[in-house]
């Protein structure tokens, strides 16, 4: 069965960093474009990063120069690492993954259980 684990999250101070890792389980890793969502209380899943199987990346512009997308074909693995993190960058964070296309919070074929992060002022 595959399967999306997130890791990683916790608090953290207002300009601070964390590393989100989700490590799957999924067969032919390297043939699936992944992404990062994210859920704030009260708000829709939002869309925080993506890479393609071909490696390119893409962040949204809220996170922009502050979070950075990666993966590790070895270890089945996606990261997230969140630089000068701000209040309003607390959410539970999702890791995704679509063969076709890249994962949307509408369109993806598999999806974790998300992590907490938790931003103080």
């Known amino acids: 069965q595959e399967q999306l684990v997130e890791s990683g999250g916790g608090l953290v101070q207002a300009g601070g960093s964390l590393r989100l890792s989700c490590t799957t389980s999924?067969?032919?890793?390297?043939?699936?474009?992944m992404a990062w969502f994210r859920q704030a209380p009260g708000k829709e899943l939002e869309f925080v990063a993506a890479?393609?199987?071909?490696?390119?990346?893409t962040v949204d512009d809220s996170v922009m120069g502050r979070f950075t997308i990666s993966g590790d074909s070895a270890k089945n693995t996606v990261y997230l690492q969140m630089n000068s993190l701000k209040p309003e960058d607390a959410a539970i964070y999702f890791c995704?993954?679509?063969?076709?296309?890249?994962?949307?919070?509408?369109?993806?074929?598999?999806r974790g259980q998300g992590t907490q992060v938790t931003v103080s002022s």
């Open positions: 890479m393609s199987r071909s490696g390119v990346s």
């Open positions: 995704a993954a679509a063969l076709r296309g890249i994962p949307t919070p509408m369109v993806h074929d598999y």
């Open positions: 999924l067969r032919a890793f390297t043939n699936y474009n």
